[in-house]
């Protein structure tokens, strides 16, 4: 694979949303992880409806706004 075929896999989105790699990786993992917490917590919910009742909304709530508002 060509040099700037690899720089454009790797930089060309984050730099379209004004990050560099480093920064868009670490934006990813933090909605990843977030998004991993809000499953599990509409699992429990599937489980035990009186539990985690509004935990999985909020969260996806957040990070709605925070990808709406980053830039």
């Known amino acids: 694979m ?9 930089t060309e989105h984050p730099a379209s949303v004004d990050e560099t790699y480093f920064e ?7 909605f990843a992880f977030w ?10 919910h599937a489980v035990v409806p009186a539990l985690c009742e509004s935990t999985a909304s ?5 990070l709605h ?7």
Do not use: C, D, E, P
């Open 2 to 10: 060509a040099t700037s075929t690899l720089q454009k896999l790797f």
């Open 58 to 62: 909020r969260i996806i709530t957040r």
């Open 65 to 71: 706004n925070s990808m709406t508002n980053r830039h």
């Open 35 to 44: 998004l991993f917490v809000a499953a599990g917590a509409a699992l429990v």
């Open 24 to 30: 868009h990786m670490r934006f990813a993992s933090s």
